[in-house]
């Protein structure tokens, strides 16, 4: 079955370290995306792609990076891990036409010490 | 994005009906959607209603859209304590889901 994987589940680090979260999915699905979620705030988005070497900057991308190398893969880096970026992370993934709305990760929390 | 409004907490005892409220301020939105979030999980499509729809029924949900007061509703019918959850009310921006902060059910036994 396909499916969207993220790791890993938890990741505790220090400020300033760089971290890099993973995701993967196997549904073929040109867009990718990756969310924080806080509480009061919902999902904000981080960067997006819809392609291969596509990337974009989303609402609160200031401190994180991705890259698009194949399809699978959208890997989230933070450059330099600051106590504000403590959160849960989610990637998630869609068809071209959007008709079917995100397929989900289960999501990284990651504490910076 | 806080394009998307929800209130944040609602409280219903079980086998009663739960009604989340959102509203949006995209009128060009082709899709809205519901998703579920369980503790400790990512998010789970509900349902989703095209914009040229005014209702859609699954179950025990219902959708209702007013698309003139770009407002959203999901009705869940006879609430169990499994439907505890954080749900949240998403609309279509091209390629891209904007949602709301989420209204957290809890269901009283």
């Known amino acids: 079955d396909a499916e969207i994987t993220q790791s890993p589940r938890h990741k505790i680090t220090e400020t300033g370290r760089q971290v890099t979260l993973a995701c993967h999915q196997t549904w073929n699905h040109n867009n990718m995306f990756w969310y924080r979620q806080d509480l009061g705030h919902g999902l904000r988005l981080i960067h997006y792609s819809y392609g291969v070497h596509d990337t974009n900057k989303g609402e609160v991308s200031d401190g994180y990076s991705v890259s698009r190398s194949n399809t699978e893969d959208l890997p989230l880096t933070l450059e330099s891990a600051a106590s504000s970026q403590t959160s849960v992370y989610f990637c998630?993934?869609?068809?071209?036409?959007?008709?079917?709305?995100?397929?989900f990760g289960s999501g990284t929390r990651l504490t910076v010490v | 994005g806080e394009d998307v409004e929800q209130s944040l907490f609602l409280s219903v005892r079980e086998g009663d009906s739960s009604v989340i409220n959102c509203t949006y301020t995209?009128?060009?939105?082709?899709?809205l959607y519901w998703y579920k979030q369980e503790p400790g999980a990512g998010l789970q499509l509900l349902t989703y209603i095209f914009s040229n729809m005014d209702m859609k029924q699954d179950q025990r949900l219902t959708v209702l859209l007013n698309k003139k007061d770009k407002h959203l509703s999901l009705r869940i019918a006879d609430t169990q304590t499994g439907d505890s959850a954080i749900y949240f009310c998403a609309e279509s921006k091209g390629n891209k889901l904007v949602f709301g902060a989420g209204t957290i059910l809890r269901v009283k036994s």
């Open positions: 998630a993934s869609s068809e071209t036409t959007g008709t079917y709305g995100y397929t």
């Open positions: 995209d009128s060009s939105s082709t899709y």
